[in-house]
């Protein structure tokens, strides 16, 4: 019962339903999940993606602030 109770008090804190905050989380790991890729690669051929990670890190900080964004991420 304490998971069920600590999900609801998270989803009430966040002001979501469970299928919104599954979607919003779905992006972000996407998000991330590129980015790693991304910086993989870059680690072994330095002169592809110099800069997908650092212009993406203002659009995860908006997704997990929760903020509007206009933009669409690279």
Known sequence: MYYIRATRLHLKTQNETYFGHLVHAVKISMLLGA??????IHSVL??????????NIEQVERLAKREPNNETPT
């Open 35 to 40: 980015m790693a890729i991304q910086c993989l």
């Open 46 to 55: 330095p002169f592809m993606f110099t800069t997908a990670v650092s212009d």
